[in-house]
């Protein structure tokens, strides 16, 4: 299929962007307070982007599975969402946080209600509603039927050892659970809704497979209708808000899209009407983003014009 005339330039794009990340000597830091991350290769990147007119474009490790975590955070909301729809703002609210992704701070002050649901306490407590009385096991299933269906490709699965490894060691996600429970806004026993976070967060995909699993928030005709365009718009503006935590003013005024990341160090960039991007890189920056990645959907959305900003 040929690209349209906007996209024309995007391998070579792609191409600078690989040789950048290659020479690049300062990689960030990997995530070690999940040990089972700690051992992560920092020297991989991968780039991958879906284009609307069908197309897809990688470079470099973009076949390689990691862990996705917080970038789970997208599809968790969009089944909230659809279970609970807008009933759900009343658990969690649509405001940037300014703190870091596992902060407590806030929660006390605002009465147990997390700000978005893209740092972890807001996180939590969509997963605790979009469980909504079934067992973990079978929202688990849901989660990946859905992701399954977004990318269609059924080779996508969860990583039990990462998801166990969270679970021994994730107490600042405890605290923040039981905490949410004290008032009232956690519906399960907080080790019922975490087993599920820690397996939603353990899913494992590779850059290709994330690319296209975020085409149903390009809103773009043929690609995969899993929500609706209103709920396509209002996902994209808390990405763009909320999805990189303390460091979400930073990435819109750099990059200038919806974004979403993970300390596997993975984000999801949607161009709307555009295309969707995954990139990969395990370093880490002070705000747990990952360094190269931030810096490689950067060069991408200028060298292309794809910020939303025009
Ligand atoms: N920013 C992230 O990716 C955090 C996800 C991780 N599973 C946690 O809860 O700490």
């Known amino acids: 299929m040929t690209a349209d005339p906007g996209t ?7 191409g600078d962007i690989l040789a950048a990340a290659r020479a690049s000597t300062d990689r960030g830091r990997v995530a070690d307070y999940i ?3 700690a051992g992560v290769d920092p020297g991989q990147f991968g780039l991958s ?6 197309s897809q474009h990688s470079v470099g490790d973009a076949d390689v599975p990691f862990s996705i975590q917080s970038v789970s955070k997208v599809f ?37 209600i997390p700000r978005n649901p893209f740092i ?10 979009a469980l909504a009385g079934h067992a973990p096991r079978e929202y688990l299933g849901e989660l990946l039927r859905f992701i399954r269906a977004a990318a269609e490709d059924d080779d996508i699965h969860i990583n039990d050892a990462v998801a166990r490894s969270e679970t021994e060691t994730g107490h600042r996600n405890f605290a923040l659970a039981h905490y949410m429970r ?3 806004n956690l519906d399960n026993p907080p ?3 975490l087993g599920a976070y820690f397996h939603q967060c353990a899913v494992e995909m590779t850059c290709a497979q994330l690319a296209r699993a975020g085409r149903f928030l390009m809103g773009a005709p043929g690609m995969p209708r899993l929500v609706s365009a209103d709920r396509v718009r209002r996902i994209n503006a808390l990405m763009l808000t909320c999805g990189h935590y303390d460091g979400s003013g930073d990435f819109a005024f750099r990059v200038g899209l919806p974004g979403k990341s993970g300390v596997g160090g993975g984000i999801l960039v949607i161009a709307p009407g555009r295309a969707s991007v995954a990139v990969w890189s395990p370093g880490l920056n002070a705000q747990g983003n990952s360094k190269l990645g931030t810096e490689a959907v950067e060069m991408l959305a200028r060298r292309m014009g794809w910020s939303v900003f025009g």
């Open 8 to 14: 024309a330039g995007l391998d070579a794009v792609l």
């Open 35 to 37: 040990p089972e991350l």
């Open 49 to 54: 982007v879906a284009l609307a007119d069908g």
């Open 76 to 112: 968790a909301l969009a089944i909230a969402l659809g279970r609970l729809g807008d009933r759900l703002w009343a658990r969690v609210g649509r405001e940037p946080s300014g703190l870091a992704f596992n902060s407590i701070l806030q929660l006390e002050h605002e009465q147990g």
């Open 120 to 129: 972890n306490a807001g996180a939590i407590v969509v997963t605790d509603a």
């Open 182 to 184: 004290a008032h009232g």
């Open 191 to 193: 080790e019922l809704t």
